[in-house]
């Protein structure tokens, strides 16, 4: 069993950043793939980054690509994963998610790809 628990979240002004973390616990965590995924309101939840187990692999989606970076650091039956968001838009505006698999039956941008998921935590970004 997998535990995973987000914070870092708050509210900032455009351009400005903030840096989440998820902490994650449980048997073999250090092999699983770990992801971001963002819900805004009335918006279904969509792929923020996601990183592979030994951080060889990551990933970004198009909306985030150059302001945000994924990274993560295991330790034992630990991990945990780090979103630092900069330049932050309103668009970035919404609950984030924190994901964990051990194996992908899918792509890393599908939900159904998880298995484990994080309450969230939420970002407000105005002006």
């Known amino acids: 069993q997998v535990h995973l628990m987000e914070s870092g979240g708050g509210s900032v002004t455009i351009g400005g950043s903030l840096r989440l973390s998820c902490a994650a616990s449980?048997?073999?965590?250090?092999?699983?793939?770990m992801a971001w995924f963002r819900q805004a309101a009335g918006k279904g939840r969509e792929a923020v980054a996601a990183?592979?187990?030994?951080?060889?692999?990551?990933?970004?989606s198009d909306a985030v690509q150059g302001r945000f970076t994924i990274s993560r650091y295991n330790a034992g039956t630990t991990a945990t994963t780090y979103l630092q968001m900069n330049s932050l838009k309103p668009e970035d505006t919404g609950i984030y998610y924190c994901?964990?698999?051990?194996?992908?039956?899918?792509?890393?941008?599908?939900?159904?790809?998880?298995?484990?998921w994080g309450q969230g935590t939420q970002v407000t970004v105005s002006s």
């Open positions: 994901a964990a698999v051990r194996k992908y039956g899918g792509t890393w941008r599908d939900t159904g790809s998880y298995n484990y």
């Open positions: 449980g048997d073999v965590i250090s092999q699983h793939y």
């Open positions: 990183i592979s187990s030994a951080s060889s692999y990551t990933h970004y």
